[in-house]
């Protein structure tokens, strides 16, 4: 009786069914896998909460200020950087770029693009400010400027949009044009068949086009981007000008010559209809590798700001993307060669 008593007390969970006993085991992992979830969540790198500010509007010779604020809400991360390509219609004030943390002095950056590297303590934060002079734009110009944080193969985008001479703008659209009825070109969806290629497998690609305004918009350029750094903000910004580098450099380019009713859209594919003494494309993913993909809407004439169609919206209403593509490693290895010349597309006719 002694050496019974003895065993139970041995195993108090004895007189406990089967099925309780195992219900409290797996209510145990589930709680050791969901605290350790949170505690990996809690500590990933977190950039979200960054931000750029400028001002909502300017006019031609003005200095504006953009600040930058980088905030980490997650875990420390080293090698940060931020770059901010100042673009066309503004000019860099030189010496201007200064950035500090939440302690200490500040500190000289820049010049742009790059404005500098950094590492990141948890819940740190950099605060970046520097100058540009207003050096060109007709009335009500977009002056859209991007920065972008960059760390592990991720990137934060964070835009501001200026309008340029807006007091022109009050007066001169309202007697030459009636501005409710400007068409709104914007870009509906952006597809890659199939989802998950492989490196030199055929790919489809298929941009809907869709004039969302209530005006017609005449003819116009669409470009596709594969890995453009930095992403398309505006016009006149075709694929081949935003390439990391002359070698890694794809994209396609269609001219929309009928242009779009209002309400009506356009489906344009890589398998037919792009030009090709526009494009750098051999129909499929040349590298492995995740890739962000881009498409823009009245992409270029360079004679205007706005492009080809002067719209109700611009800048990033014409943009989708990112889409990320994951083109895994082929079976054959496959690789592109170019020659020299094909480094550099020929300059688009500038055409409305």
């Known amino acids: 009786m002694t050496r019974r008593e003895t065993m139970v007390g041995r195993n108090r969970s004895a007189g406990v069914p089967m099925l309780i ?17 949170t505690i990996v969540a809690a500590q990933a790198t977190d950039f979200d909460s960054s931000y750029k500010t ?29 770059t901010d390509p100042v673009p066309r219609g503004a000019a860099y004030v030189p010496a201007s770029c200064v950035y500090r943390r939440q302690t200490g002095g500040t500190q000289p950056c820049g010049p742009p693009p790059d404005l500098w590297e950094e590492d990141f303590a948890a819940d740190d934060c950099i605060t970046t400010t520097f100058a540009v002079r207003v ?37 001169l659209p309202v007697i030459l044009r009636n501005f409710s009825t400007l068409p709104d070109l914007r870009i509906a969806s952006l597809t890659v068949e199939p989802a998950g290629p492989s490196m030199g497998q055929t790919v489809a690609i298929t941009i809907v086009v869709q004039n969302a305004g209530a005006g017609a918009a ?48 356009v489906t344009l594919s890589s398998l037919q209809g792009y030009l090709p003494e526009y494009s750098r494309w051999p129909g499929y993913f040349v590298s492995s590798g995740v890739h962000e993909v881009y498409a823009f ?8 700001w706005y492009g080809a169609v002067l719209e109700q919206n611009e800048g990033l209403d014409n943009r989708y993307g990112p889409v990320f593509v994951n083109v895994v490693p082929g079976a054959g290895g496959w690789s592109v060669e170019w020659d020299a010349q094909d480094f550099v597309t020929p300059r688009r006719p500038d055409r409305p």
Not at 58 to 76: K, M, P
């Open 218 to 265: 005449g003819p116009f350029w669409v470009d596709f981007y594969d890995n453009p750094d930095p992403p398309p903000t505006r016009a006149n910004q075709p694929f081949d000008s935003l390439c990391p580098s002359p070698e890694d450099c794809y994209g396609i380019a269609w001219y929309v010559e009928d242009g779009l009713e209002a309400g009506q859209s």
């Open 54 to 82: 400028g001002p909502a509007e300017a006019n031609q010779d003005d200095v504006i200020t953009y600040t930058i604020v980088a905030l980490n809400a997650g875990e420390a991360k080293a090698g940060v950087v931020l």
């Open 135 to 171: 050096t060109e734009g007709s009335m009500g110009w977009p002056l859209v400027n991007c920065a972008y944080l960059r760390w592990d193969g991720n990137r934060r985008e964070m835009c501001i949009t200026t309008i340029l001479n807006p007091h022109a703008f009050v007066y």
């Open 21 to 37: 006993r195992a219900g409290w085991a797996v209510a145990a992992a589930m709680i050791g896998l969901a605290l350790t979830l």
């Open 297 to 304: 809407a009245d992409t270029w004439n360079d004679a205007v």
